[in-house]
């Protein structure tokens, strides 16, 4: 009885939208439900958002004040880079306003990305506060040997830190916000999960490492490049694609509800 009803919901909800709008609404909303099963969620804070299909200024965020286990497509608040509302379901909540500065600047610089993943994880904070960033002393680690990084500037509240974000993002998808955290910026909602969750984990394990207090072992330069390179998209596949329908079963298993 529970699950007919759910489905009812669905398809009333999914008719105010278009099938591509609805699918990204979909998987975006799984994507903040997956985010705390993996601890790598913030109370209300921090955000996703992903660009709405065949749309240039206009994407999905959350509403400011729910918990990421809380989302639902039908719930997630459409704005375009101006910061105007376009869409939003509730009375009570509007978008973080660092959400906006940090996505809209993303969004708006980089065609080739429509989903940004921010997050303030415990590991990710500590890896943002040393001095030596991320250092390639794991296989997974080495995936981001080229990530980039941006200076602490305090809240994102300032429209002017954009023009700095994109600066140091540059052509990269993996960022590191000195003694803020940790961000994303993929393709697609399923590439932005695998590469957080694959970034959140060399973090976890560099604290570990450095934390038991001897010496560590640093692959050769020649190693971490060819390692580097099997991850690139277009080496072998586009990590993150067949890893999301497994992802989407985990979550039916543990949180149903997402595509409401």
């Keep these: 009885m529970h ?22 609404r979909v998987d975006l909303a799984a994507c903040y439900r997956l985010m705390p099963l993996y601890g790598m969620s913030d109370l209300v804070y921090n955000h996703i958002s992903a660009r709405i299909p ?8 959350n509403p400011y004040g729910f918990l990421y286990e809380e989302i639902t497509a039908s719930s997630l608040i459409k704005i375009d880079l101006d ?21 809209s600047a993303v969004h708006a610089a980089r065609a080739d990305v429509h989903c940004v993943i921010h997050t303030h994880s415990r590991a990710g904070m500590a890896v943002s506060a040393m001095e030596v960033g991320l250092l390639p002393i794991t296989q997974t680690a080495m995936r981001f040997r080229d990530i980039a990084y941006h200076d602490y500037e305090g809240v994102a509240l300032e429209l002017a830190e954009r023009e700095r974000l994109v600066r140091d993002l540059g052509t990269e998808d993996a960022m590191i916000l000195r003694s803020h955290g940790l961000l994303v910026a993929s393709a697609s909602v399923a590439e932005a999960f695998n590469a957080m969750y694959w970034l959140e984990m060399a973090c976890r394990a560099q604290v570990d490492a450095l934390s038991a207090g001897t010496p560590l072992i640093r692959p050769s330069d020649d190693v971490i490049a060819r390692t580097h390179h099997v991850y690139r998209p277009d080496t072998i596949r586009r990590f993150g694609l067949m890893e999301w329908p497994a992802m989407l079963r985990h979550l039916d298993r543990r949180n149903p509800g997402y595509a409401a």
């Excluded at 009803?5 to 008719?15: C, E, G, K, Q, R």
């Design 83 to 103: 910061g105007q509302v376009l869409d939003n379901p509730h009375r009570d909540h509007g978008v973080n306003l660092a959400g906006y500065v940090i996505h």
């Design 3 to 24: 699950s007919s009803v759910t489905l009812a919901v669905d398809a009333a909800a999914s008719t105010r939208y278009s099938p591509a709008e609805w699918q990204t």
């Design 54 to 61: 065949g749309t240039e200024a206009e994407f999905l965020i």
